[in-house]
């Protein structure tokens, strides 16, 4: 990292600590308005993107040498309404440099993430950096940084399939939905039971263009409650539907997820036969991701239905995992190039202040000459001359730049940099 500005990380996650430890470090949007105008008071302080998800909570800081971590962050967080010793106890995690800058693209391409591969990390960071920027501006190192880690992220997912295949429970059962139809469009869902697991599979159904979906819950406040999410003010392709009309809400639909938690199973043998009377040889196909089960053992034996359980799912997710799995090596060659480019940007950003003073002298000598050769010859000697003289210049700062890129230790470097400062040292030029 360069020596005028690190990039430092304090956080908490899922890998280290509970649910209820994390929940203690939540930083609220109020919270993070707080936690950056204190740390803007810090001397040394640059700038910080404190991003918190249900999963963790991390804050990225660009700061320089005056810069004293421990009790500036203390304090700050004290102010925020945070305990710091969460994180610098047991379960806090604390890098600088190319470890933290190789964390936050861990964590962008989905490599840290509960579910490996899961895409809604990376629009959560997102969301982080941009109301990071509404409160305050941005150093150039961390917002490189952030870039970087989305630029990397997006190549993971496109370039590998560590986000292939479903591996929560609610997304296998659509994605096992979709193997029985060809187009989902054509075919309604319905979802018993209006709970975390149902909403959440209800969307991917959505998100992937079931035709129509009825909720149905024990609650109607509830069922009506989720419908109006879902359509989120958008037409009325979600509807709920009163408990008693669950036999009757077999018969429109073609997939039916159910997830009610009930001690007895609530879907029937006499409920499903009469539903088939008017569906006119449909087949229905039943996916059970209830403890206990909603659906009665006997229903599987009737013709033309097909129920499959969490046994079934929990198959279609292990699989999927497992191939993820598969995928790690390559995505952590692609964020080890990326990692790698982004370090040689800081290292160009060392050396820019002195290759650009290199310049500066280099081209007060060549206005130097051209002026004195058009005292003496015409403005086209003089033009030529300038010409000349600008090509003469890109050589040699090309040169400069890749002696100072191509040294093997920051000795090296500095006894390179050492030497330009000594050519473009106060002199005097004698033209005559």
């Not at 993070?32 to 918190?52: H, T």
């Not at 500066?360 to 005292?375: A, T």
């Not at 100072?404 to 006894?415: M, P």
């Given at each position: ?17 509970p649910t ?31 991003v918190?998800?249900c ?6 800081l ?5 810069f ?8 700050a ?17 604390r890098l600088?440099?190319?470890e ?10 989905g ?27 941005l ?28 591996v ?11 193997k ?10 319905l ?14 159904f ?13 609650s ?5 409650d ?9 037409g ?11 036999g009757?809400s ?25 539903a088939?009377k ?23 034996s ?21 191939a993820?799995?598969q ?24 050396l ?15 206005d ?18 300038d010409?000349s003289?600008?090509?003469?210049i890109?050589?040699v ?19 390179h ?10 002199g ?5």
């Amino acid at each position: 990292m360069s020596e005028g500005a690190n990039i430092l990380l304090w956080g908490i996650d899922h890998h280290r600590a509970p649910t209820e430890v994390r929940e203690r470090v939540h930083i609220s949007s109020e919270a993070a308005s707080v936690l950056i105008a204190a740390l803007s008071r810090e001397n040394g302080f640059v700038s910080c993107v404190p991003v918190s998800t249900c999963n963790r909570t991390e804050i990225y800081l660009e700061a320089r040498p005056a810069f004293h971590a421990h009790e500036a962050l203390s304090r700050a967080l004290g102010e925020a309404g945070l305990d710091p010793l969460i994180f610098t106890g047991e379960y806090g995690l604390r890098l600088q440099g190319r470890e933290a800058m190789a964390h936050l693209y861990r964590v962008a391409s989905g490599m840290e993430s509960m579910m490996l591969g899961e895409p809604q990390i990376a629009a959560q960071l997102k969301d982080a950096y941009r109301q990071a920027k509404e409160h305050h501006e941005l150093g150039p190192v961390i917002m490189r940084a952030f870039q970087g880690a989305f630029r990397a992220g997006k190549c993971v997912r496109t370039q590998t399939k560590i986000g292939a295949g479903a591996v929560s429970v609610a997304f296998a059962a659509v994605e096992l939905a979709r193997k029985f139809f060809a187009n989902l469009s054509d075919h309604r869902a319905l979802l018993v039971g209006a709970g975390e697991t149902g909403a959440l599979a209800a969307r991917h159904f959505l998100q992937h263009g079931i035709g129509g979906l009825t909720v149905v819950n024990r609650s109607p406040e509830r069922a009506l409650d989720l419908a109006a999410d879902l359509n989120g003010g958008k037409g009325e392709l979600v509807r709920a539907r009163p408990w008693e009309d669950l036999g009757a809400s077999l018969v429109d639909a073609d997939v039916v997820l159910t997830t009610t938690g009930a001690v007895e199973p609530v879907i029937m043998p006499d409920m499903v036969k009469t539903a088939l009377k008017g569906r006119r040889g449909r087949p229905l196909f039943l996916l059970d991701i209830a403890v206990p089960r909603d659906v009665h053992p006997d229903v599987g034996s009737i013709e033309g239905v097909y129920v499959f359980g969490l046994d079934d799912l929990d198959g279609i997710v292990q699989s999927n995992l497992a191939a993820r799995r598969q995928e790690i090596p390559r995505a952590e060659a692609i964020l080890t190039a990326e990692l790698n480019e982004f370090q040689g940007w800081i290292q160009d950003m060392d050396l820019r202040p002195s290759v650009d003073e290199f310049r500066s002298y280099l081209e007060d000598l060549k206005d130097k000459q051209v002026g004195w050769v058009r005292k003496k010859e015409s403005d086209e000697v003089a033009s030529a001359v300038d010409r000349s003289l600008q090509q003469f210049i890109k050589k040699v700062l090309g040169r400069s730049m890749a002696s100072l890129k191509n040294a093997e230790t920051q000795e090296e470097r500095l006894q390179h940099l050492s030497t330009l400062h000594s050519l473009f040292g106060d002199g005097s030029d004698d033209h005559s």
